[in-house]
């Protein structure tokens, strides 16, 4: 597969934050994004936390 067809995820924090917003303000333990498949396929990918944000998951090659 060409390099510029491959997925990728920005190294930016997708989402900030630690809590849901009020009234609820649960804290917040995880959160993923779900990439869906034009053959409805889907792939689960949780972002991991670090420095108040939730970032994308570390590219396997380091």
Same mark, same amino acid.
């Given at each position: 597969? @060409? #390099? /510029? +067809?491959?997925?990728?995820? &920005?190294?930016v924090?997708?989402? %900030?934050g +630690?809590r849901?917003?009020p009234p609820d /303000? !649960?804290?917040?333990?995880g959160v993923?994004?779900?990439? %869906?498949? #034009?053959?409805?396929? !889907?792939t689960?990918? @949780?972002l991991r936390?670090? *420095? /108040? ?5 570390? *590219? &396997? #090659?380091g």
């Amino acid at each position: 597969m @060409p #390099e /510029g +067809d491959t997925f990728r995820l &920005p190294p930016v924090p997708l989402a %900030t934050g +630690d809590r849901l917003a009020p009234p609820d /303000g !649960r804290v917040v333990v995880g959160v993923e994004l779900v990439v %869906t498949t #034009e053959d409805g396929d !889907r792939t689960r990918l @949780p972002l991991r936390a670090e *420095h /108040g944000a939730w970032w994308a998951p570390a *590219h &396997p #090659e380091g």
